[in-house]
């Protein structure tokens, strides 16, 4: 499994020598436009609604600034109908990739099991750990061909909390805790074995999509990311 490591806000220097390319006057207009919405982007309709320059000559300017190299198609997972551009210079933002758990606009399941399935394992031997201990202890051990984000290890173990296999606590500071500030948030396993211990007890938000969705804080019912538009909450509901 191979996946980007590197952020999806982080921008590339510049390349002047590209952006000195001769242009022509549409070609000009779009790549300006274009660079304006830096990590956003824009929807090709909307180019044509703020340029007023012709379908055609759109299309065309398009395809010889791609050739160029000046700018690049990008997926955006709300709109994956719609062709969306980006100068080369920028990495979409989390707003159009989704995050972390989406590659090339598709939602990365095998990649979320296996770190289910490792912070479980992990969780089993530490007995009750906070997320960043988790996050260190796989980092440090290699469990995960990838380096994971302390915020990555985060939304995973709040999804096993939704999935009934591990427990979120309260530090005492004392017995088996002593090792964590009271009052901290830490996590613990349901059961004896975790994954090994004659399978976990699935609740009932188990395998819900809605677990690990970076956008889930801006998710409304009538809004522009809705449970009505969201392809994986329909087939998780089709399931």
Request: proline share 4%.
């Amino acid at each position: 499994m191979s996946r980007s490591q590197g952020s999806s806000l982080k921008r590339k220097r510049p390349d002047t020598n590209t952006a000195s390319q001769p242009l022509l006057d549409a070609e000009r207009v779009l790549y300006d436009l274009i660079r304006s919405k830096e990590d956003m982007g824009i929807w090709t309709r909307d180019m044509k609604r703020e340029t007023n320059l012709p379908d055609n000559v759109v299309t065309k300017s398009l395809k010889a600034l791609q050739v160029k190299k000046l700018i690049k198609e990008v997926v955006n997972i709300q709109s994956k109908g719609r062709k969306h551009y980006m100068a080369v210079e920028f990495e979409p933002s989390k707003e159009l990739t989704g995050g972390a758990w989406y590659v090339e606009g598709n939602l990365d399941t095998e990649y979320i099991k296996i770190l289910k399935e490792t912070c479980v394992k992990v969780l089993s031997k530490l007995k009750v750990a906070t997320a960043e201990g988790i996050s260190e202890s796989i980092n440090k051990t290699g469990l995960c061909a990838t380096e994971c984000s302390t915020q990555q290890i985060a939304e995973i173990l709040r999804a096993l909390v939704l999935d009934n296999e591990i427990m979120e606590v309260r530090s005492s500071g004392s017995g088996e805790f002593s090792s964590i500030p009271i009052g901290a948030v830490c996590y613990r396993c349901t059961n004896k074995g975790g994954l090994g211990g004659g399978g976990p007890t699935i609740g009932a938000m188990a395998s819900i999509p809605c677990g690990v969705c970076p956008r889930i804080t801006q998710c409304t019912p009538d809004g522009v990311i809705s449970p009505k538009t969201c392809a994986y909450y329909t087939k998780w509901l089709d399931f």
